[in-house]
């Protein structure tokens, strides 16, 4: 079973809805969770990133949120558009490793697709 | 424009032949690593470097060689050990390896067996 589990694999919504994705993960302790952004063929680009002490952060129209609590993350999108169409992927970073300061687990990410 | 460049877009490789993904950043960045991503799952770390002339084994390194003489450079070789080669590979960089450093991707390579 993965670490990181991602909610719905994929997702269509139209134009200007909104939608909200959803990350549980297993990975304990951790020190912080990430959203990325990728679009078919592109490398991952960043939204946000969140640490074990903060509960919500924003980046324009996607808004983040994290119960460290219930190990559960979501990821609103407002107002969405036909860019936004991508995969979302939650990222969850762990703070010691045997090798290297921190290792990251990635979820397989959930597919977003924005039609008019 | 700075960032990550990643070539070729599109590699084919015949078998039992030996493979090699260029990643270039001109970020100033230490840290460099590769990732491998197959449809339906996440990425997976196959090889990282903390700095110049070292690099450390990820979770599935084997099939796979690089080398890190240059601090812009990380290039990643496929070789014939590996038996599934055909994947979507990422670099990545960042300023070191610290917990809360950021990620920045290439624009990746996809990987196809002949």
């Known amino acids: 079973k993965n670490q990181v589990e991602q909610s719905p694999q994929s997702l269509i919504i139209l134009e200007g809805k909104n939608c909200t994705l959803q990350?549980?993960?297993?990975?304990?302790?951790?020190?912080?969770l990430r959203w990325y952004k990728q679009d078919t063929g592109r490398g991952p680009v960043s939204l946000t990133i969140?640490?074990?002490?903060?509960n919500t952060k924003s980046n324009g129209r996607y808004t983040a949120t994290l119960d460290a609590d219930t190990k559960q993350s979501s990821l609103h999108i407002t107002a969405s558009q036909l860019s936004d169409s991508a995969s979302y992927i939650c990222v969850v970073s762990a703070p010691f490793s045997m090798k290297y300061g921190n290792k990251l687990v990635f979820g397989a990410g959930t597919i977003l697709r924005v039609k008019s | 424009d700075g960032g990550i460049t990643q070539s070729p877009k599109y590699l084919f490789r015949k078998e039992g032949q030996n493979v090699t993904l260029s990643c270039e950043q001109n970020?100033?960045?230490?840290?460099m690593y590769w990732y491998r991503q197959d449809p339906g799952q996440g990425l997976r770390l196959i090889y990282y470097?903390?700095?110049?002339?070292?690099?450390q084994k990820g979770d599935i390194a084997e099939g796979y060689s690089v080398s890190r003489e240059k601090k812009e450079s990380f290039p990643l070789t496929v070789t014939s050990a590996q038996k599934n080669p055909t994947a979507f590979y990422l670099c990545a960089s960042s300023r070191q390896t610290g917990v809360n450093e950021k990620l920045f991707f290439g624009s990746g390579t996809q990987l196809s067996v002949l």
């Open positions: 969140m640490t074990f002490s903060e």
């Open positions: 970020l100033n960045h230490d840290a």
């Open positions: 470097s903390q700095i110049v002339n070292d690099f």
């Open positions: 990350c549980n993960y297993t990975v304990s302790p951790f020190s912080n």
